[in-house]
């Protein structure tokens, strides 16, 4: 009933910007948010950050604090990630994901897109 579609990743050098982009389309009147969380090679799935759609509160990951920013646009139900500074370390398959509650400062997430390639090469 949620569909995200994510855009934007590529190949980028050591220090060079990139800016992703998830729309989401469906029900998403009952969403509280959406989040990005990537997967590097040989990794598991880490949190990056997310937004509430209702006041735009934002969660970063500590090591991307600083350098990514997450933002939306309500009117559109899309939300973007800034990643600024990137470093081979950032290298992942990056997805975004559906917030549809928090219970007791517990995120739940339950719509995933596809995901978008991130390189940063050395």
């Known amino acids: 009933q949620v569909q995200l579609v994510e855009s934007g990743g590529g190949l980028v050098q050591a220090g060079g910007s990139l800016r992703l982009s998830c729309a989401a389309s469906?029900?998403?009147?009952?969403?509280?948010?959406m989040g990005w969380f990537r997967q590097a090679p040989g990794k598991e799935r880490e949190f990056v950050a997310s937004i509430n759609w209702s006041g735009g509160r934002t969660y970063y990951t500590d090591s991307v604090k600083g350098r990514f920013t997450i933002s939306s646009d309500n009117a559109k139900n899309t939300v973007y990630l800034q990643m600024n500074n990137l470093t081979p370390e950032d290298t992942a398959v990056y997805y975004c994901a559906h917030k549809t509650r928090v219970v007791a400062g517990r995120p739940e997430y339950d719509y995933w897109g596809q995901g978008t390639q991130v390189t940063v090469s050395s």
């Open positions: 469906g029900r998403t009147f009952s969403s509280y948010g």
